[in-house]
């Protein structure tokens, strides 16, 4: 009987899929808050509240200039913007993260006030990964939070495949690796392996605050501060942990899949 | 109930002063606490302080029936002792830490190992049981596995297909968590704390908050109390969902798989509800919560809740109307109650053999001394009970919660803690998902933590693995490993 059941079941549910990219995104849950923007034309005087509301260290000040926010090592705690008086750090609900550069991910001097989204792979890698991106996953001295969110992507909600994107089990049969966590000396030489094995051309995704440069372990002996430190990283994806529509943005950025959706995006405002 | 002059009793999420903290000689303490445990009494921690350039043992154990917990400490030592775990092996991997973490040798070990050693290679490059044979293979997995998981190694001795041996070897995720603790608490400990496990971050956030607040002689106000206990539940929804959803797909079943990765989802969207987070991170801050769920996102929490509810439900039966489903994981992977005992089972893993280990119901504090979970229990110690007790756990969570969301108590959530008591010892149960974490921390004259031992329930579980894959196929494996998930960052620190 339980087939009947499962099949009705099934069909009254219909496709659980959902439309985005071709439809608008999935909104983020409200206190989220989505990418920090930065203004430090009004940060007032040098006040400086936000530097050691941060647990992560990721405010500083160059001598007599602006302020600086690494959103490379945000945890997305919102403290520095409760901190923040004149509003100079503020919240935009926006999802979108994935840059090409670690510098891109600083904020606060003028022209950087928000994170400069990352470009798409040149023409010649877009050909070879644009409709087939095969990535295994390294999980690397993090939470297991980030796997969990790079998991959901390859549930019905999301379905991954539907990009051709998948996950294999075999750095040999993948296009690139996508990294999580710290990077544990433990583990500095599993990842050194695995990127070995992957063949050329190839790319690397770091996922996460812990991937991108430590996290909220930044600093510890026992770590590497992130991917970076061990392999070539192409893609940052910002968050602790990154939300899923946050990682798959930046998954279809990546390949160049997005600039529909970014027009659809910009014409709503 | 303890007798024993060499410990003092204490309730979960209460502080101590470490002068109060019994001290014998090393006999006499070792003594006691082997007697402690003879008793029926469960080793919930055992670490070192040092002093010097000696080391005093600290153990606390925990008498669930009584709904207490007791501390000893020893005197200082140095060199070694005899080893625990000859006796009482669910004292082996804390002897293990023991001795990685402070030279202390627990003689007459029968496996002193490393437990997350860094020294410049990899975890996996020691040395191996091996069993000897021409029939006998060895199979290597991980640190790196097929799936997107975190890391660790296995290390199989086969006869044909049948498992004889399974060694488990971790400390990959090893990022220094609990070594960073003395001087603290600083800047970063809250969201380390929030990390130690990302899918247990209710567990340990709350068993630090606990013991900050007991340190700091108060609690947290109800309210905030009351919605740590809800989101405890969300957290215990979602990764129990998963797991039915993962152990489907290891067997193949794919409805129930499909369907429950979906869910997991709705229900770490409900978590973010609260905290715009879908991992927890910020609900608990020491002294209350950080966020407040006012009425209008209660409903919104409740409405959805319901009907995730009735989702898992619906593919939970799928599941267990199933006769190949039930085929597959009945009588695979056992660990018999009194094996469980042994090695100091906690959580899930301890119950689906029987044992009825529940920290929100043998240790009660927070609000659950207001409001009750039953204990979800079931025999056999196989991948069937295993998920049995969390479909049981899935549903009784869901009831618990639905209470809770429509009986909120007022007042604040959250209120600044004053500051932590000077040489005193606290010590924290929670049940998290996978069970019983424990957090411990003794200051310093200066209110500091001089140490802190965090222990997570794949600590003691691991073994319990390793116990099931005896004389079961090693293509078995997959689905046993998914019975227990257990987590290995929570091991690692
Ligand atoms: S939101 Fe990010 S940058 Fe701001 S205080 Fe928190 S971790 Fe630091």
Request: aromatic share 6%.
């Amino acid at each position: 009987m339980f087939v009947l059941d499962t099949l009705t079941h099934r069909l009254k549910r219909g496709c659980e899929t959902m439309a985005y990219p071709h439809a608008a995104p999935p909104p983020l849950p409200d206190r989220h808050g989505g990418a920090l923007r930065v203004d430090a034309s009004k940060c007032a005087g040098g006040c400086s509240d936000c530097i050691p509301a941060c647990p992560t260290q990721a405010i500083g000040r160059i001598p007599g200039g602006p302020i600086q926010l690494d959103l490379g090592r945000c945890l997305f705690c919102k403290a520095c913007v409760e901190a923040c008086e004149p509003g100079a750090i503020q919240q935009t609900n926006d999802h979108r993260m994935a840059v090409r550069k670690r510098e891109d991910l600083l904020l606060g001097a003028p022209g950087q006030e928000e994170l400069r989204l990352a470009a798409a792979l040149d023409e010649k890698l877009r050909k070879l990964f644009g409709r087939s991106l095969r990535l295994r996953q390294v999980s690397a001295g993090g939470c297991g939070a980030c796997e969990a969110d790079v998991n959901v992507l390859g549930t019905i909600g999301w379905d991954l495949s539907r990009f051709g994107i998948s996950y294999v089990a075999s750095p040999r049969h993948a296009d690139g690796l996508l990294v999580t966590g710290t990077v544990s000396r433990n583990m500095e030489l599993a990842l050194k392996k695995a990127w070995d094995a992957v063949p050329a051309p190839k790319i690397v995704i770091a996922v996460g605050a812990c991937a991108i440069s430590g996290g909220p372990f930044i600093g510890h002996p026992e770590i590497l501060n992130g991917a970076g430190s061990v392999v070539p990283v192409d893609l940052y994806i910002p968050g602790c942990p990154p939300h899923p529509l946050t990682i798959l943005d930046g998954l279809l950025r990546l390949l160049g899949r997005l600039e529909n959706s970014d027009r659809l995006m910009a014409k709503a405002g | 109930m303890s007798t024993s002059t060499a410990f003092a009793l204490l309730a979960n999420g209460t502080c101590l002063p470490w002068s109060e903290v019994p001290e014998s000689s090393l006999a006499e303490f070792l003594q006691a606490t082997r007697s402690e445990l003879d008793r029926g009494g469960r080793l919930c921690s055992w670490f070192g302080v040092p002093d010097g350039d000696a080391v005093r043992l600290v153990s606390i154990v925990g008498f669930d029936a009584d709904n207490t917990l007791a501390a000893a400490r020893s005197a200082p030592i140095r060199g070694g002792y005899p080893a625990l775990t000859l006796t009482h092996p669910q004292a082996h991997l804390f002897e293990r830490e023991l001795w990685e973490q402070h030279g202390i040798v627990p003689e007459g070990h029968p496996w002193l190992k490393p437990v997350r050693r860094i020294a410049g290679d990899a975890p996996a490059n020691g040395e191996f049981f091996r069993v000897d044979g021409r029939e006998v293979h060895e199979v290597a997995v991980g640190p790196i596995h097929a799936g997107v998981i975190e890391p660790g190694h296995f290390r199989f001795q086969c006869a044909g297909e049948e498992v004889l041996h399974l060694e488990i070897a971790l400390g990959y995720q090893h990022r220094g968590a609990e070594r960073a603790l003395p001087g603290g608490p600083h800047r970063t400990t809250m969201f380390q704390m929030e990390t130690v496990a990302g899918d247990t971050t209710m567990g340990h956030a709350t068993a630090y908050a606990t013991v900050l607040e007991a340190l700091a002689g108060t609690e947290a106000p109800l309210r905030a109390q009351w919605l740590r206990a809800v989101a405890l539940e969300l957290e215990r929804l979602a990764n129990h969902t998963g797991d039915i959803g993962a152990l489907a797909g290891d067997v193949a079943f794919l409805p129930t798989m499909s369907a429950c990765g979906k869910i997991r989802g709705d229900f770490l969207n409900l978590t973010a509800i609260i905290c715009g987070n879908r991992f927890s991170r910020g609900i608990v801050r020491p002294g209350g919560c950080g966020y407040d769920l006012d009425p209008d996102r209660s409903s919104r929490l409740f409405e959805k809740l319901a009907a995730a509810l009735k989702d898992v439900e619906q593919a939970a039966t799928w599941f267990w109307d199933a006769a190949s489903v039930r085929g597959r994981f009945e009588n695979v992977g056992t660990v018999h109650a009194s094996q469980g005992a042994e090695i100091g089972l906690v959580g899930v893993a301890a119950r689906a053999c029987g044992l009825v280990r529940d920290v929100r119901f043998d240790h009660p504090t927070g609000w659950h001394r207001f409001g009750q979970v039953p204990v979800a229990v079931w025999p056999g110690g196989d991948v069937f009970a295993r998920a049995r007790v969390r479909s049981l756990e899935i549903q009784r969570s869901g009831q618990f919660l639905k209470e809770q969301l429509l009986a909120p108590p007022e007042g604040e959530i959250f209120s600044e803690l004053p500051p932590a008591t000077p040489d005193a010892l606290a010590v924290a149960l929670v049940e998290g998902w996978r069970g019983e974490v424990c957090h411990v921390a003794l200051t310093d004259s200066a209110g500091k933590f001089r140490r802190y031992k965090i222990t997570d329930p794949s600590f003691h579980n691991w073994t319990g693995l390793a116990l099931a894959l005896r004389g079961t196929a090693v293509s078995d494996f997959p689905i046993c490993n998914k019975s227990f998930n257990l987590s290995y960052c929570g091991h690692d620190l």
